[in-house]
């Protein structure tokens, strides 16, 4: 859940509390719903990490609600993936005579499921400003092969607010701690073979995310007549013990997230960003002493061809200086809905 979604946000660095209004805003703030003008909103992603390892797969769709075009709230559904899939288990390698038997090598996947609920509408609105609120409601599911199985709910709040050059973002996710009930299932003899590899045999437990909060600002303004320019700053601000990022204590830690993007006629965006922020070893070092601050960066680009929006986004997943990049094709289409008739 906190990965990203669409190559737009990806490619900022995930600076999109304060913008976001289309189906994506069911991920970044659910207040963004209100903003859908008219019209449904569906988008697609698709990422691998770790040289295809890792598979996260993404799609969302939100309409706005009543008359469109009068509409003030939006409703959207989003489902995500997270898996890795074809892990060799390896429990029963060794034959009970000690020899080793391949044949008995199976393979399971561990995969986290999300699906969120969401909700967006207007509080205030006038020819210059809209004020918004948002909410998630959040399932999670989460699954390692036939040994270990959790399910979770959980809720986020959002309000967002838009005027013609500056919007505001505000998202408290997990705002009433989300909790995730794991239950393991083993066979007597996958137990007796974990026992004899010297490891603890689990029985239950709960996972608990901590409420964590998200800031954002942006600005928006024409350059010309052809180029549009929009920078974005967002915080990502903890409270569940110290962390190593930018602003960094006991009580409160600050990750920022900043990106920015340059349009053209409407129609091709370029956009960059950078965040998660750490102070790490310094590459080469062999004392383990000197340190430097660390980021990831991300580049990326966008298309918009009447209603369809094709983006695309080279991230990395390490720091700048020791790269594992990716790279994030995402796809949005934008349906307008028919008007009511009497």
């Given at each position: 859940m906190?990965?990203?979604?669409?190559?737009?946000?990806?490619?900022?660095?995930?600076?999109?509390v304060?913008?976001?209004?289309?189906?994506?805003?069911?991920?970044?703030?659910?207040?963004g719903?209100?903003?859908?003008?008219?019209?449904?909103s569906?988008?697609?992603?698709?990422?691998?990490?770790?040289?295809?390892?890792?598979?996260?797969?993404?799609?969302?769709?939100?309409?706005?609600?009543?008359?469109?075009?009068?509409?003030?709230?939006?409703?959207?559904i989003?489902?995500?993936?997270?898996?890795?899939?074809?892990?060799?288990?390896?429990?029963?390698?060794?034959?009970?005579?000690?020899?080793?038997?391949?044949n008995?090598?199976?393979?399971?996947?561990?995969?986290?499921?999300?699906?969120?609920?969401?909700?967006?509408?207007?509080?205030?609105?006038?020819?210059?400003?809209?004020?918004?609120?948002?909410t998630?409601?959040?399932?999670?599911?989460?699954?390692?092969?036939?040994?270990?199985?959790?399910?979770?709910?959980?809720?986020?709040?959002?309000l967002q607010y838009?005027?013609?050059?500056?919007?505001f973002?505000?998202?408290?996710?997990?705002?009433?701690t989300?909790?995730?009930a794991?239950r393991?299932?083993?066979?007597?003899?996958?137990?007796?073979?974990?026992?004899?590899?010297?490891?603890?045999i689990?029985?239950?437990?709960?996972?608990?995310t901590?409420?964590?909060?998200?800031?954002?600002?942006?600005y928006?303004?024409?350059?010309n007549?052809r180029?549009?320019?929009?920078?974005?700053?967002?915080?990502?601000?903890?409270?569940d013990?110290?962390?190593?990022?930018?602003?960094?204590?006991?009580?409160?830690?600050?990750d920022?997230?900043?990106?920015v993007?340059?349009?053209?006629?409407?129609?091709?965006?370029l956009?960059?960003?950078?965040?998660?922020?750490?102070k790490?070893?310094?590459?080469?070092?062999t004392?383990?002493?000197?340190?430097?601050w660390?980021?990831?960066?991300?580049?990326?680009v966008?298309?918009?061809?009447?209603?369809?929006?094709?983006?695309y986004?080279?991230?990395?997943?390490a720091?700048?200086?020791?790269?594992?990049?990716?790279?994030?094709?995402?796809?949005?289409?934008?349906?307008?809905?028919?008007?009511y008739?009497?």
């Open positions: 906190n990965i990203g979604a669409g190559a737009r946000g990806l490619a900022m660095g995930g600076a999109q304060a913008t976001t209004e289309d189906a994506y805003a069911g991920f970044w703030n659910p207040a719903l209100s903003e859908l003008k008219g019209a449904s569906f988008s697609m992603m698709h990422a691998e990490y770790f040289a295809g390892i890792g598979k996260y797969d993404y799609f969302s769709a939100a309409t706005p609600i009543g008359d469109p075009a009068k509409a003030t709230s939006g409703l959207g989003s489902l995500l993936r997270f898996a890795v899939d074809d892990i060799p288990n390896t429990l029963y390698l060794v034959e009970p005579d000690g020899s080793i038997n391949y008995n090598i199976q393979s399971f996947s561990s995969a986290d499921y999300a699906l969120l609920i969401s909700f967006g509408q207007t509080i205030y609105s006038d020819s210059k400003r809209n004020f918004s609120f948002g998630n409601a959040k399932l999670i599911h989460r699954s390692v092969g036939k040994f270990a199985k959790a399910w979770g709910v959980g809720l986020d709040a959002a838009r005027s013609d050059k500056l919007s973002g505000l998202v408290v996710k997990d705002i009433t989300t909790y995730n794991w393991f299932s083993f066979t007597e003899r996958e137990k007796e073979m974990l026992y004899l590899a010297k490891n603890e689990p029985v239950k437990s709960v996972e608990l901590a409420p964590r909060l998200y800031i954002g600002a942006a928006n303004t024409d350059l007549e180029f549009s320019f929009m920078g974005e700053i967002n915080f990502d601000v903890s409270f013990g110290q962390r190593n990022v930018l602003l960094s204590s006991k009580a409160i830690n600050m920022p997230r900043i990106g993007e340059l349009t053209y006629a409407k129609t091709i965006a956009r960059t960003g950078v965040y998660n922020f750490q790490g070893l310094k590459d080469g070092d004392t383990n002493l000197s340190k430097v660390i980021y990831q960066p991300g580049v990326g966008g298309f918009n061809i009447k209603q369809f929006r094709i983006d986004a080279f991230t990395n997943l720091n700048q200086s020791n790269p594992l990049y990716t790279h994030v094709f995402s796809l949005h289409i934008r349906l307008p809905v028919k008007k008739t009497y």
